[in-house]
């Protein structure tokens, strides 16, 4: 472009940096969706794939692929045991639900409706049990309820039953422990429930006469109830998933679910036989899907059923008079059965030096041994340090993460939906059949990763992501546009704007996030199990292995001391909780 | 010229030192595979091991020993001899430990570099997966309990048998053969572990058919299975310390050591021996990919050493060194020493007919 006297060069050639702009603006995909949708499809396809090639081979004698074959799926139709543990796992699954959800219900409406005493207690109580692993609850009922445990000598004492009065490793024994292990989940996802009724309707019903139990089950319990049903269905998944009851308490019985033959196939049999675990955890993940689609379709239609209304609503607490300290005892030994008593035995199994029932003669034999042993430098305090580690950096990856696929999400950027869509995914992993898809993708992986804490991290890591998106997607929902709209004005560039407007205001949930996957990860066993190698032990399986071989005082050491470690953190992460106004539904 | 000469001087008194550092360093001419250091019989093979393991700095041992018993002593011995290394231990019954080091092997990062186990051995050979050792240690051990190519050495034997609640049977009733076992009075209070080759219901069965044959064997399974023996998924240790706890009356198939040891301290369980008591051998290997051969050959060596078997003589176990005698208590469970019938359960043949005891647990039993 030559320029003329008399004529005004003006350059049409668009800066580098305008071009730039104008080609992502034709491709129409923000650069840091496709980063991030490319991160989850390289953590949650591989599984997939792996977990679905493992159920079409045989396994060799040393645990490698063999011949291609359709027989484990024929197997699943001709086979009467994936029927059976079917129809166990759905049995099980209803039972434990109901159970947790009445002893929740019992105690959301105590605490939330009513005027006992004592009652702001048991939120503390059901936030330091969500730390306590449930391998350490499963065995501390199993020392409760098995045969020489204090009950069958109180009930042989009374009825000569002959320590055979109640035989704990049967269905009912399963649904009895899932359910009071469950109960504190109940409990805080039914309070929200029973705080957002509007009290005029209860209001409505006690002026015309009603009195307090029929005002409860004629207007509370009818209004609460599609909150209820989705909590059952919930609960209802959860138990489907359930590994470590199933492992403790049904095996012994010869019970076995779903889970639990998944684990087997791999752990106990001579040679693993992979295929067999891949197609049951293959149909495991199907159903589960199914079950997840069902109750989305219910969560939205219990939208008819709002009863915060535009008035101004406030929950009533109902004055129970003289019945207060009625309910009050219903609140005190509801914490003895589920914390109490377990606590209780553990600690008393902890200061044995061999186990034999609970017996005055155990009382004065009671030693500091145990500890002493585990608290040397050895494989506990490298267990500790590990599944601290894999609670931090689980958190630290789960949480940062999910905001920002969550903010992309929510502000609609190109593409972002389908980051929550992926993230969401994992959800219908079991974390048994996660951590046997993990466990194969490790195995055949170039980098060397298998029996390492990094592969731990990464499967957990995974698995928690639909966790992060929930608390993410609520808490950035809460932050309106307008304030993003004015720091651009301002001359903010994106990036930055996220930095220093977005993340301070979605601060608690975020944090309310990092606690909740912390205190999950480090308590999970069917992730780490079937993952960890002796240099990446976490506490959750160092008790599984205890107690398998026998150790049971020494696991009871252990126990009572990470019990305690995980109430002091779950105790501060309440304080500060309160605080700063976090809630944890 | 004073400077020059001087610097020359200098020059040539460093190579000559540097010749002698180099002398003074060279071992063999140069790096040895790891076959040929498990292999290794020359006469500097105590310093070779010593220097290499230096470098190697760590020592991990798998192995189905009961770690308050012996898995951790042995490894707190080991380091006092060698404190340079960090040792780690990994406990796992048979089974779990071949699937753990054949799954290592695949992700191309095996970390044991010693396995020891009861009940592994068959398993290891058929998959080829050991290298062949040598230990000045072996000189004593009869060879016929050892392997010819010299993959696996045995470290202790192990005898099955049984044990009882003493509080709930009563001397005059405590079963004396198998078929005592088929009595009314034992239904529903006979418990066995399930699950692993080497122990319970599957050693059993085995036992009975090497020793009885298949028709005998089968038939008596075929009574056992009325008396509803119980299942239990837990370790051999587990099983016993249920019966202590008075879960049940009656374990079969267990180590009949394990009562005694709780015996001793105090606990009320006692052992039984029925004919044909079988008797297992608990061997060591080494495997392909070891990663630190150097110090696992120190292991190889100090587990054989009459040191290393007196370590198993306290904890209550059974050398196999012909010089290191059981522990006086624990004698009574010897079977030439009761004067019962002993049944060698030999690796290939465990491998070889476990198949057929699955199949007849499934067909009889829980």
């Known amino acids: ?585 | 010229m004073r400077n020059g000469i001087i610097r020359v001087g200098g020059w040539a008194s460093g190579l000559a030192a540097a010749a002698v550092v180099l002398s003074l360093g060279a071992g063999p001419a140069r790096a040895m595979t790891a076959e040929e250091i498990l292999m290794y019989k020359g006469a500097d093979r105590e310093a070779v091991l010593l220097k290499g393991a230096r470098k190697e700095g760590r020592m991990v041992i798998y192995s189905s020993l009961i770690v308050n018993q012996m898995l951790r002593p042995l490894t707190e011995a080991f380091k006092k001899k060698y404190p340079f290394l960090e040792v780690k231990y990994w406990r796992g019954s048979s089974g779990k430990t071949f699937r753990k080091v054949t799954a290592e092997m695949r992700a191309g990062k095996l970390v044991a570099d010693v396995v020891e186990g009861s009940g592994i051995t068959g398993s290891i050979v058929k998959a080829k997966i050991a290298l062949p050792l040598w230990s000045p240690e072996l000189a004593p051990y009869p060879k016929k309990f050892n392997a010819a190519d010299g993959t696996w050495v045995t470290t202790r034997f192990r005898y099955i048998g049984g044990a009882y609640n003493t509080k709930m049977v009563a001397p005059a009733d405590v079963p004396k053969t198998m078929e005592d076992l088929l009595n009314p009075k034992w239904k529903g209070k006979i418990a066995w572990r399930a699950g692993t080759s080497s122990s319970g219901q599957l050693i059993t069965i085995t036992s009975l058919l090497l020793a009885w044959g298949d028709k005998k064997a089968e038939a008596y399974l075929a009574k056992l299975s009325k008396q509803d023996p119980v299942p239990l998924h837990i370790s051999n240790r587990g099983v016993v310390d249920r019966i202590m706890e008075g879960e049940y009356a009656i374990a079969i198939g267990a180590s009949a050591h394990h009562p005694l040891i709780s015996a001793r301290k105090g606990a009320s369980v006692a052992p039984m021996l029925l004919n044909p008591v079988p008797s297992l051998n608990g061997t060591i290997s080494v495997l392909k990919g070891v990663p630190h051969p150097h110090a696992a050959m120190l292991m190889v060596d100090f587990i054989l050493s009459k040191e290393g078997q007196a370590l198993f003589q306290k904890a209550g176990y059974f050398p196999a060194h012909p010089g290191v005698p059981a522990a006086k208590d624990l004698q009574q469970v010897v079977p030439s020493i009761a004067g019962k019938e002993e049944f060698f359960v030999d690796p290939m043949a465990l491998l070889n007919t476990t198949k057929k005891s699955k199949k007849l647990a499934s067909k009889y039993f829980k």
């Open chain 1, 1 to 585: 472009m030559t320029a003329g006297p008399g004529k005004i060069e003006t350059s049409t050639a668009t800066p580098p940096s305008a071009r730039g702009r104008a080609l992502w603006a034709r491709i129409g995909v923000s650069p840091v969706v496709l980063l991030l949708v490319a991160v989850l499809l390289l953590v949650i396809v591989p599984p997939l794939i792996f977990l679905i090639k493992t159920s079409f081979y045989t396994t060799t004698f040393t645990g490698a692929f063999d011949k291609f074959t359709y027989r484990f799926y024929s197997g699943l139709v001709r086979d009467p045991k994936f029927a059976t543990s079917l129809l166990n796992t759905a049995i099980y699954a209803i039972g434990s639900a109901c159970v947790a959800i009445a002893l929740g219900v019992v105690q959301a409406w105590i605490v939330e409706r009513t005027n006992t005493p004592l009652r702001k207690y048991v939120f503390l109580v059901a936030i330091v049990s969500l730390g306590i692993p449930s391998v350490l609850y499963t065995i501390s009922f199993l020392l409760l309820l098995g045969k020489s445990g204090p009950v069958n000598e109180v009930l042989d004492f009374f009825f000569a039953t002959g320590r055979s009065g109640i035989n704990v490793y049967s269905m009912w024994g399963m649904i009895v422990i899932e359910g009071i292990d469950f109960a504190p989940l109940a409990f805080l996802l039914l309070s929200s429930v029973f705080r957002s009724t509007d009290a005029s309707f209860e209001e409505a019903a006690m002026m015309c006469g009603a009195n307090v139990a029929r005002t409860f089950r004629r207007v509370t319990m009818k209004l609460a109830l599609p909150g209820v049903y989705a909590l059952l269905i919930l609960i209802f998944i959860r138990a489907f998933e359930s590994f470590e009851t199933p492992a403790f308490v049904g095996r012994p019985g010869g019970i076995y679910v779903l889970t639990t033959n998944i684990f087997e196939n791999i752990q106990v049999d001579e040679p693993p036989n992979y295929g067999q675990a891949g197609a049951f955890g293959v149909a495991l993940l199907v159903i589960v899907w199914g079950l997840l689609y069902w109750y989305n379709q219910l969560s939205r239609r219990a939208e008819r059923y709002q009863t915060i209304t535009g008035k101004g609503y406030r929950p009533r607490v109902m004055d129970l008079g003289r019945w207060k300290y009625l309910t009050a005892g219903v609140l005190v030994l509801l914490f003895m059965i589920i914390i109490g008593l377990p606590v209780g035995i553990v600690v008393y199994a902890s200061l044995q030096p061999f186990y034999e029932g609970v017996s005055l003669g155990g009382f004065s034999n009671m030693t500091l041994a145990n500890f002493a042993q585990i608290l040397k430098p050895g494989s506990f305090r490298d267990a500790i340090i590990n599944t601290v580690v894999l609670g931090v950096a689980t958190a630290s990856v789960v949480g940062p993460f999910t905001l920002l696929c969550a903010w992309l999400a929510v502000r609609r950027y190109r593409g972002a939906w389908l980051l929550d869509q992926l993230a969401t995914m994992p959800l219908i992993f079991p974390s048994i059949v996660m951590g046997a898809a993990f466990l194969q993708v490790f195995l055949e992986s170039p980098v060397p990763l298998y029996g390492t804490l990094l592969s731990i991290i990464i499967a957990s890591s995974v698995r928690y992501l639909p966790y992060g998106m929930r608390y993410s997607y609520a808490g950035v929902l809460q932050v309106h546009n307008e304030l993003e709209e004015a720091a651009a004005l301002a001359g903010a560039s994106r990036p930055k704007t996220f930095l220093k407007v977005v993340v301070p205001l979605v601060a608690p949930a975020v944090v309310t996030c990092w606690v909740f996957v912390f205190l999950v990860s480090t308590k999970a066993v069917s992730i780490p199990i079937l993952l960890a190698g002796p240099d990446s032990q976490v506490v959750a399986v160092t008790m599984f292995d205890l107690w398998e071989n026998g150790q049971t005082v020494e696991l009871a050491a252990v126990g009572v001391t990470w019990a305690a470690f995980m109430t002091v953190l779950s105790g501060l992460f309440y304080v500060m909780a309160r605080r700063y106004g976090l809630k944890f539904e």
